[in-house]
């Protein structure tokens, strides 16, 4: 029996990524991710024995990726507007290296939800929480609206940064953009969302 090859798997698991995020796990086919490492399918199988089992690496992975970043922020004891400013840089960065995430958990909730709520890393994620706790003072201080939550921020967070990946076709179209001048219009986005988010939370 061949020995595993560390390099080999690695890019397997580059290339499951790239698929799994752009196809979902529905529309992705070993043969796909075979073809986009540059292996046989059969050397793919060696590896890993089913689609299942390599998706949940991948899934693993990439959520692996933006959580541990998460842990940082909120093992930092940073203010309020520090990091929820350094929220919106982390998602963005991580959205502007992996830009077919959005559409991959969008796929991953339209086709099997249970797979995200029971990864330790999505059980142990602890930002809302301690968001709830700095806007709990800044209420107390009346900086901070009554209504708003850590579940809100980060959702609303989430959703400016990865919306224009969601929608990229039909910004691009509609606006005659270029791939370089979409890549600027996100990239200037980031101020906007910070100031927008930071608006939406004064009473």
Same mark, same amino acid.
């Given at each position: 029996?061949?020995?595993?090859?560390?390099?080999?798997?690695?890019?397997?698991?580059?290339?499951a990524e790239k698929t799994f995020h752009r196809n979902g796990f529905k529309g992705t086919r070993t043969t796909m991710i075979a073809?986009?490492?540059?292996?046989? @399918?059969?050397?793919?199988? =060696? =590896?890993?024995?089913?689609?299942?089992?390599?998706?949940?690496? !991948?899934?693993t992975s990439t959520l692996s990726t933006v959580f541990s970043h998460f842990g940082r922020l909120t093992?930092? /004891?940073? /203010?309020?507007?520090?990091?929820?400013e350094n929220l919106v840089r982390v998602i963005a960065d991580v959205l502007a290296e992996k830009p077919d995430l959005p559409s991959f958990i969008v796929n991953i909730l339209n086709e099997?939800?249970?797979?995200?709520? +029971?990864?330790? +890393? !999505?059980?142990?994620?602890d930002l809302p929480a301690v968001l709830d706790g700095l806007l709990a003072e800044g209420k107390k201080n009346g900086q901070v609206a009554g209504h708003v939550t850590g579940e809100e921020l +980060?959702?609303?967070? =989430?959703?400016?940064?990865?919306?224009?990946?969601? /929608?990229?076709? =039909?910004?691009?179209?509609?606006?005659? @953009?270029?791939?370089?001048?979409?890549? !600027?219009?996100?990239?200037?986005? @980031?101020?906007?969302?910070?100031?927008? !988010?930071?608006? /939406?939370?004064?009473?």
């Open positions: 029996m061949p020995k595993i090859d560390h390099d080999t798997k690695q890019k397997i698991l580059e290339a073809e986009e490492a540059g292996i046989s @399918r059969t050397m793919l199988h =060696y =590896y890993y024995n089913t689609k299942e089992a390599l998706f949940q690496e !991948v899934l093992a930092s /004891g940073q /203010g309020l507007e520090q990091l929820i099997a939800p249970e797979l995200l709520t +029971v990864l330790p +890393v !999505v059980e142990e994620d +980060v959702l609303n967070i =989430y959703a400016l940064c990865s919306l224009p990946y969601l /929608g990229a076709p =039909y910004i691009k179209m509609k606006e005659n @953009r270029s791939d370089e001048g979409m890549a !600027v219009f996100i990239h200037q986005r @980031r101020k906007r969302i910070l100031d927008f !988010v930071l608006k /939406g939370i004064k009473p």
